[in-house]
């Protein structure tokens, strides 16, 4: 984690109580909000404030636990190391554009000033006050814008490398966030295919003892049909006999 650069976005967001979040909060593990209070010297509100300011920039993010005896939740922090840096480069880009804007319009327009009493006024403004300073009624000079440019243009390179070791910064948190991503697919793509194998597995097993069942299930049957066959054709025999014997009489009649 690039603490200078996260401090400095907290900072922006909840001042110097946020940018001593950054070596009390992780990027990786949650700390319960209690503890986050005691090392900020703070009360749990004051805490919870600064925290709740920080997560609607998706600076930090929480994770709730429900204390079983006392029925209520319980927050855990961490900080969002990828949103904070998003957050510093917004800001950085605002700044850049400004500074690209007065560099442009110090080198476009004249500006006027009084060296005495240390007043500047652009073309507009001088040509309203007809050249002379308002304080002393000195005539006003033309300044030169030199020295200011080169002042600008310094702020202007500086704030440029910052801006790239912020987008370094964020490529790098991007792809571990990235590579996180795969590893948990990777994960549930094994888990689902071991599931699948693990549910045709049992499902073959139970067809196995389905068809033991059945075939126990038809060998007792095979059994039971044994002494049947045995008994049935001394007692259909007696049938066929009195039915012979039916026939014969009524062929007596
Ligand atoms: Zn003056």
Request: aromatic share 6%.
């Amino acid at each position: 984690m690039d603490e200078k650069l996260i401090k400095e976005a907290m900072f922006n967001v909840g001042g110097k109580p946020a940018e001593s979040l950054v070596g009390i909060l992780d990027g990786k593990k949650y700390t319960n909000e209690f503890l986050i209070a005691k090392k900020l010297d703070l009360t749990i509100n004051q805490t919870r404030n600064i925290l709740y300011k920080l997560s609607e920039q998706g600076m930090v993010s929480s994770t709730r636990k429900k204390d079983k005896k006392k029925g209520w939740y319980t927050y855990s922090w961490k900080i969002e190391e990828l949103r904070a840096l998003e957050f510093l480069r917004g800001i950085l880009d605002k700044r850049i554009e400004q500074l690209q804007n007065q560099i442009k319009n110090r080198e476009t327009v004249g500006y006027y000033s009084c060296t005495k009493c240390n007043i500047e006024f652009n073309e507009e403004n001088a040509l309203i006050q007809d050249f002379t300073c308002p304080e002393c009624e000195s005539i006003l000079e033309r300044s030169d814008n030199t020295n200011v440019i080169k002042a600008f243009k310094r702020n202007f390179e500086e704030l440029e490398k910052k801006l790239g070791i912020i987008n370094k910064d964020i490529e790098e948190e991007k792809t571990r966030h990235q590579k996180q991503k795969d590893r948990a697919v990777k994960k549930a793509v094994k888990f689902k295919k071991e599931e699948r194998m693990r549910k045709s597995r049992e499902t073959r097993e139970k067809k196995k003892k389905l068809l033991k069942k059945e075939e126990r299930k038809k060998a007792r049957e095979e059994k039971k049909k044994e002494p049947k066959s045995k008994s049935k054709p001394k007692k259909a025999s007696k049938k066929d006999s009195s039915k012979k014997k039916t026939k014969k009489t009524s062929k007596k009649k």
